[in-house]
Structure formats: structure tokens, C-alpha cells
């Protein structure tokens, strides 16, 4: 298990794993090649809108569970 003393590995391995590019980076850098910097932009609006609908979307499910769930908020 690990313990506190762990934690500057675990941040730095956040830390990478953020950088690291993923498929939505390769995504806006290929449209960006291909079909300029407008594009490139447009790719970044529609992928951040995703980001915060899927982020809100699971907020509001927890927020059902626990509201709902009498084994997980106490009297």
C-alpha cells in the first residue's frame, strides 16, 4: 500500500501522464495541418464543450446517488 511518503511520485506521475498527448491532441494538431488554424480552434471549442458536459453530467450523477443513497449520508 501506499503511503504519504509516496505522494511526490504520485504527483509526478500526474503530472506526466497530463502531459503525455492523448488522441484529442493528435486530433487538433492533424486538423490544424490540414485545415488550418481556424479549425485547429474550432477542434479545441468542441472538445472542451465535451470535457465540461461529460464532467457536468457525472457531477450531477453522484450527486443523485448520494442524495438518494441512505447507506452513504449519515443521519
Known sequence: MLG?????LYVFS??????????DTMYIIG????Q???????????????????????ALGLSVILATSAMLLPS
Open 4 to 8: 504519504i511518503h509516496d505522494f511526490p
Open 14 to 23: 500526474c503530472i506526466l501522464l497530463n502531459l503525455t498527448p492523448g488522441q
Open 31 to 34: 486538423r490544424s495541418l490540414a
Open 36 to 58: 488550418g488554424r481556424r479549425a485547429g480552434i474550432v477542434s479545441v471549442l468542441g472538445i472542451m464543450t465535451g470535457v465540461w458536459v461529460h464532467t457536468l453530467l457525472a
